[in-house]
């Protein structure tokens, strides 16, 4: 079995300043991906980052990175210079082995703040 | 190109009665999800599509609840004699499916909001 956990129910930042977003992970699987999605209050799951249980290198994409920790089983979402449009929930999901279904962890709430 | 789309975006419907709900995922992508997005429950799968196949139901909450996928493109999920805990979000994703590795990013569409009365 999979399980997210995300232990930050809400987050503050201040605009333009950089925040981490907590995710740890538990698996069996070696042979894995991380996935961090993005809800704004529209709904929709926007995709931010995906890291490989195989990466060698944290994956960045533009302002967000991922700051994996394998040994630990952490992949924490780093976004640097917050916006005012980054206020949103984030979510950490993983998808393991051959499995299709990714397992979402219940969510951070962002709140950036002019 | 066109992302993944999902209709109606709002549905209200008293409690007893049959929905339908319709996911169009991005051309291309042979693999379709369904996810349940409810207040107490979080983000739950429901069912995923290989082509016109769906190997695992397991996710389905009940046997009120079916889906279909057709051509390999839309697909439908029905859920019949509503109850007011299917109220919830419900979202369709797609992605590429190759070796069925984790690599694969599914991507979403903007969800139906269902409410029960």
């Known amino acids: 079995a999979q399980k997210i956990t995300q232990t930050q129910p809400g987050m503050f930042v201040q605009e333009k300043e950089a925040v981490t977003l907590d995710c740890t992970y538990d698996?069996?699987?070696?042979?894995?991906?991380l996935f961090w999605y993005k809800q704004p209050s529209s709904g929709e799951m926007i995709f931010l980052i995906y890291?490989?249980?195989?990466?060698?290198q944290n994956a960045t994409e533009g302002r967000y990175s991922l700051n994996f920790q394998k040994a630990r089983k952490s992949a924490n979402l780093v976004i640097s210079a917050s916006q005012l449009g980054d206020s949103a929930m984030y979510f950490c999901?993983?998808?393991?082995?051959?499995?299709?279904?990714?397992?979402f962890g219940k969510g951070t709430l962002l709140t950036v703040n002019p | 190109g066109a992302g993944v789309s999902q209709s109606p975006s709002n549905k209200v419907t008293e409690k007893g009665k049959d929905v339908e709900l319709r996911c169009d995922p991005i051309?291309?992508?042979?693999?379709l999800y369904w996810y349940r997005q409810s207040l107490g429950q979080g983000l739950e799968f429901l069912i995923y599509?290989?082509?016109?196949?769906?190997?695992?139901k397991s996710g389905l909450p009940s046997d009120r609840f079916s889906a279909e996928r057709t051509g390999g493109s839309v697909s439908t999920l029905t859920i019949q004699r509503t109850q007011q805990e299917d109220s919830a979000v419900y979202l369709c994703?797609?992605?590429?499916?190759?070796?069925?590795?984790?690599?694969?990013?599914?991507?979403f569409g903007p969800g139906t909001r269902l409410l029960v009365l």
């Open positions: 051309s291309g992508h042979t693999a």
């Open positions: 890291q490989g249980s195989y990466d060698e």
């Open positions: 994703a797609s992605s590429f499916w190759s070796s069925g590795g984790p690599r694969e990013t599914q991507y």
């Open positions: 999901a993983m998808r393991g082995g051959s499995n299709y279904k990714l397992t």
């Open positions: 599509f290989q082509g016109n196949s769906a190997p695992d």
């Open positions: 698996t069996s699987d070696q042979s894995y991906g």
